[in-house]
């Protein structure tokens, strides 16, 4: 009996992937993802996004980081809290896993689905550019290099995702701070990498990346900037250096790579009082793993641009997995027949 049953189950394995395979395949036809959203990006554009800058200049921003292809899990942390009271959302790079049409659409998807139009200000990420289709952060989320105001806060976002902050960059931030800096209360840099020594590395590698980003660090120390907000490594790290916080947080959906500090994936809630006072306060769900939930709805990210993609291989395994399913039925009726 029990040997039966195993049979039976072994044998439904294929039909099951075989139906799952084209459910894929008519779901990876059918689906449309939105090609930009309003509230995502654009830069210095997403200013006329926000809500009016409160005449007290309080307000509170979000930050959260390495979304990647748990981007569903990303969208429950953003919908876990509380309150809908922050202005804005500073995703500091890594958005997508791979940078493809399809993966950008599902981010831009789940945004939409979150619930509420919270405007999201997208730094670069090393995972966004890609090599192949290198333009789709510009499309789709870009540019890359942008700042903007907010209740007497200046954001600057840079690109250091795959080389260090240039002169290019540096120069009219530089420019700009050295005019106006006094008129900020605060002034907050974001990046994808951290500028400042955040994991152990080989003396050479730590003297190239000292060097690489001394332009910055330098700048950073010059006008008195207050937030360094990065990403990049999965987990969180809260450094002080020369009257600068610099904040790295990667957990945002992202394969944790520092589980072991406990603090899972989370996103972190900056608040600007009235009086000037900065208040960071995490939000975290407390696990190092995917809930089963939300790793399967992130199959869209795996699976379907896949599918999409490579059209022809897709109907190939489909075929197989029809093939492996129909088999073991057919070789039993020709058994009865001869029997």
């Not at 979150?114 to 289709?133: F, H, Q």
């Not at 007497?152 to 840079?158: D, E, H, Q, R």
Request: net charge neutral.
């Amino acid at each position: 009996m029990l040997r039966r049953i195993v049979a039976r189950f072994l044998t439904s394995i294929p039909i099951l992937l075989a139906l799952a395979g084209g459910a894929a395949m008519v779901h990876a036809r059918t689906v449309r993802y939105p090609q930009t959203v309003a509230w995502v990006g654009k830069g210095a554009e997403i200013r006329s996004q926000f809500p009016p800058a409160p005449p007290d200049g309080a307000f509170s921003f979000l930050v959260c980081g390495d979304p990647e292809d748990g981007v569903a899990h990303f969208v429950e942390l953003l919908r876990s809290l509380p309150d809908r009271s922050p202005a804005f959302l500073v995703i500091p790079g890594d958005l997508v896993k791979y940078p493809t049409r399809d993966r950008f659409g599902f981010f831009l998807a789940e945004m939409e689905r979150l619930g509420w139009r919270l405007p999201a200000a997208c730094a670069l990420g090393n995972s966004d550019g890609g090599k192949e289709e290198p333009h789709l952060f510009d499309d789709r989320i870009g540019p890359r290099v942008f700042h903007f105001e907010y209740a007497g806060c200046l954001f600057a976002f840079f690109d250091n995702a795959e080389q260090f902050i240039g002169e290019d960059q540096i120069r009219p931030i530089d420019e700009l701070l050295a005019r106006e800096r006094d008129r900020f209360r605060h002034v907050f840099f974001v990046m994808h990498k951290p500028i400042v020594e955040v994991k152990a590395e080989s003396a050479a590698d730590e003297a190239a990346r000292a060097r690489g980003n001394a332009p910055m660090v330098d700048l950073v120390r010059r006008r008195h900037v207050d937030y360094v907000l990065c990403a990049h490594l999965h987990g969180y790290l809260r450094i002080a250096r020369e009257g600068t916080t610099h904040i790295v947080t990667g957990g945002g959906g992202g394969a944790l790579q520092q589980a072991e500090d406990g603090v899972g994936y989370h996103l972190l809630e900056m608040s600007v009082r009235a009086d000037g006072e900065v208040r960071e306060r995490m939000w975290t769900t407390g696990i190092d793993h995917l809930a089963i939930g939300t790793s399967w709805t992130n199959w869209h990210v795996k699976i379907l641009p896949w599918v999409r993609e490579h059209g022809a291989a897709s109907a190939g395994l489909e075929a197989v997995l029809v093939a492996a399913a129909l088999a073991p039925r057919l070789l039993r009726r020709r058994k009865a027949a001869a029997a």
